[in-house]
Every structure is written in C-alpha cells, then in structure tokens.
C-alpha cells in the first residue's frame, strides 16, 4: 500500500519561510510526478507546484518566484520551500504523486500551514 507521509508546516509569520516535505512509502516502481496542492478555507483545491522525474517543474502563478519544488528520486520524496508567506498563503496543503500504474492520483493527508501574526 502507497501512502504520502507530509511534514513541516505550522504557524508562520508574514514575510517568513517554510520548507513542506512528502516521502512516499511502500511499493513504488515509478513517478511520473510529485507536488503540492492546497486548499483555503472555503475554496477549491488548487496546485501549487509539481516536479516530474526528469525535473521539469510547473508552479501556480501566485507562489511563482516565492515557492521552490525539489525532489529526492533515490529516496521518493518531495519538498516545498516558500518565502515572503502572505496571509493568503494559508491553507492545507496535500502532497500528490502520479504513477503510471495507479488508475488515480495518490494523495496525502495535508499538513496545516497557517501565515499570521
């Protein structure tokens, strides 16, 4: 059984900084991708970035030069930087994984991050 294990997140200030991690854990022969999504209270989920194998990374216009995605293919984990966190940076935020032998997207539980003061 595949399952997304999130860390990181919390209670940050504006202006500040967070790094998100995602490993992924059992059987796993391949990613097409890794990322994040998020969701705000009351709104839809949204990405925020992903990164293929092969590194090609693709960001949501509203963390663009503010979020860095990176990954660990030896050890199939991702990882989230953001700096300069806004109040509306606040949501929770899901790691997803793509394989191309899952008929679904696998999804984690969501790591709570919350900007303010």
């Known amino acids: 059984q595949v399952q997304l294990m999130e860390s990181g997140g919390g209670l940050v200030q504006p202006g500040g900084s967070l790094r998100l991690s995602c490993a992924a854990q059992?059987?796993?022969?391949?990613?097409?991708?890794m990322g994040w999504y998020r969701q705000a209270p009351g709104k839809q989920r949204e990405l925020v970035a992903t990164?293929?194998?092969?590194?090609?990374?693709n960001y949501a216009d509203s963390v663009k030069g503010r979020a860095t995605i990176s990954r660990d293919n030896a050890k199939n984990t991702v990882h989230l930087a953001m700096n300069s966190l806004k109040p509306e940076d606040t949501a929770v935020y899901y790691c997803i994984m793509n394989t191309p032998d899952a008929p679904s997207d696998y999804w984690g539980r969501g790591t709570q991050v919350t900007v303010s003061s």
């Open positions: 990164i293929t194998s092969s590194g090609i990374t």
């Open positions: 059992g059987h796993i022969f391949s990613i097409r991708y």
